[in-house]
């Protein structure tokens, strides 16, 4: 299993900005797929943005797209989230989540069933 550390959540104000980071205990190479997740209080957790470790993607929901950028350094086995443009809706706690199989088994790449790995989460709060 891959240990995931999230860092870099925060408040801010409509319209801000923040930069999340996953670092990953293992060689993030060894995920197929990474991700991050997004759970509100009473809501389910939701895919924000995906990537393949070795080329695919990005993917994005599209509730973020053209907002958020999601990336990797390989070298640093660290995982991004770029969040410009923040509105209220996106108050949340943010997971990132690690895939190591290429292969679904119900769902997609936006089932949180579907990954192995998860971090403990940073806490996102965009006040209007």
């Known amino acids: 299993h891959v240990q995931l550390v999230e860092s870099g959540g925060g408040s801010v104000q409509a319209g801000g900005s923040l930069n999340l980071s996953c670092t990953a205990s293992?060689?993030?190479?060894?995920?197929?797929?990474m991700a991050w997740f997004r759970q509100a209080p009473g809501k389910e957790r939701e895919g924000v943005a995906t990537?393949?470790?070795?080329?695919?993607?990005?993917y994005y929901a599209d509730s973020v797209k053209d907002r958020f950028t999601i990336s990797i350094d390989n070298a640093k086995n660290t995982l991004y989230l770029q969040m410009n443009s923040l509105k209220p809706e996106d108050t949340a706690m943010y997971y990132c989540a690690s895939k190591t199989s290429n292969t679904w088994s119900r769902g997609n790449r936006w089932t949180s069933d579907e990954y192995n790995d998860w971090g403990q989460g940073t806490q996102v709060t965009v006040s209007s």
């Open positions: 293992d060689d993030v190479l060894s995920s197929v797929i």
């Open positions: 990537l393949y470790t070795r080329g695919f993607g990005p």
